[in-house]
């Protein structure tokens, strides 16, 4: 059971930027897509998107051309660096492999938008 840890949540202003950082273990970054996920009050927990082994993404239509997600080889970190937020991608943010591992899900960050 391996739980990964993301940082780099707070508090924003709409319109403002983040940049969400996890760090992977090497056997599980080598070898899945990793997704950011994320979870507002009320709501299910929902795929923000994902990035294959090769650097390919996709990511929901609600964050497309305002998030992107990238990786780091070397430091074996997936980032999330989300732009142009808004009160609606206020939610306690995960990354996870994708599909999600029941043992791997951390903690969270916490972003919160503010209009």
């Known amino acids: 059971q391996v739980q990964l840890v993301e940082s780099g949540g707070g508090l924003v202003q709409a319109g403002g930027s983040l940049r969400l950082s996890c760090v992977v273990p090497g056997i599980i970054f080598s070898r899945s897509t990793m997704g950011w996920y994320r979870q507002a009050p009320g709501k299910q927990r929902e795929l923000v998107g994902v990035i294959t082994r090769d650097g390919s993404t996709n990511y929901a239509e609600s964050v497309k051309g305002r998030f992107t997600i990238s990786r780091d080889t070397v430091k074996n970190t997936v980032y999330l660096q989300m732009n142009s937020l808004r009160p609606e991608d206020t939610a306690v943010y995960y990354c996870?492999?994708?599909?999600?591992?029941?043992?791997?899900w951390g903690q969270g960050t916490q972003v919160t938008v503010s209009s």
């Open positions: 996870n492999t994708a599909p999600a591992r029941d043992s791997s």
